[in-house]
């Protein structure tokens, strides 16, 4: 990304994520490309990245400079800015994000603000880990394929029962917040780390549950219309999503098995 001149005022952040999919690093990469600040995408940029996110949850480590150790990806390492000038390890999607959230210009205009931003990034994120449960609702460790069945039956009910819940809640949001936000922002009248998580899971249940999606998506028009389209056309997101940094879903949280999906 070009350095514009807010870049240069931020620290060299560095988003650690396995590399070659959107997964949850995504939600920090919005971020970053919609306040067009410039961060470094560790793995992605790496000869090894898989190397490098496997060490950094070593399960042997007890933490370095002063920071705990990292649970799992994503993390973000902010050179300079940890105990005693080492650098700042943070990990956990909503953490980074909220850290992020000021410091971005995407968390918020007062107190109340950023609580209902990070609430409801909190909440589309229950909604991604969801997504994730209907095709390892068994074993995160196992494959998918010796867990068919009950996925089946786990993708049966969020098809029928979570996702309208979820996104019939994301829409009286949006209508709750019209008169500042106009169907464009979940929060007040600005984009927010929220808005960037929502409609990232929404890109992603298009990509895992085309059909079901293409259903629902009447039931729920400012969500699809106004909000969709004015986050994916937002500055910044658009060149984004127009470039190669944006990896396309694969097998990452959102995966699209046909049989999943409503049939
Ligand atoms: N709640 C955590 C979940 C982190 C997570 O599950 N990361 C995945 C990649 S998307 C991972 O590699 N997990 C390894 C593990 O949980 O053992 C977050 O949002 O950051």
Redesign the pocket.
């Known amino acids: 990304m070009s350095a514009t001149k807010k870049a240069r005022t931020q620290p060299p952040y560095e988003l650690l994520?396995?590399p070659g999919i959107p997964?949850?690093?995504e939600f920090i990469r919005l971020a970053f490309e919609a306040a067009g600040v410039s961060y470094k995408d560790v793995a992605n940029e790496s000869e090894d990245g898989m190397k490098v996110i496997s060490s950094l949850?070593d399960q042997s480590s007890t933490g370095s400079d002063g920071n705990p150790p990292t649970?799992?990806?994503?993390a973000l390492r902010i050179p300079g800015e940890g105990k005693n000038g080492a650098a700042l390890l943070i990990?956990?999607?909503?953490s980074?994000l909220a850290y992020l959230g000021d410091k971005l210009g995407l968390g918020g205009a007062d107190e109340a603000e950023k609580a209902w931003i990070l609430s409801h990034t909190l909440t589309a994120?229950d909604l991604n880990?969801e997504a994730h449960d209907t095709h390892h609702p068994i074993a995160?460790a196992k494959y998918y394929e010796d867990q068919k069945d009950e996925s089946v039956k786990k993708a049966t009910d969020f098809r029928e029962n979570r996702i309208p819940k979820f996104l019939g809640f994301f829409e009286r949001v949006l209508k709750g917040n019209e008169a500042q936000g106009q169907g464009k922002f979940l929060v007040g009248d600005s984009l927010s780390y929220a808005d960037t998580t929502v409609w990232h899971v929404l890109s992603g249940l298009e990509f895992a549950f085309p059909k079901e999606i293409a259903a629902r998506k009447k039931d729920y028009p400012t969500l699809f219309r106004a909000f969709y389209d004015s986050v994916k056309e937002a500055k910044g997101i658009k060149e984004y999503l127009g470039s190669e940094r944006r990896k396309p879903f694969s097998m990452?949280?959102f995966r699209h098995y046909p049989e999943l999906d409503r049939q």
Do not use: E
Not at 71 to 74: K, M, S
Not at 91 to 94: A, H, I, K
């Open positions: 994520y396995w997964g949850r690093g949850t649970f799992a990806p994503p990990y956990q999607t909503p980074i994120l880990n995160v990452g949280v």
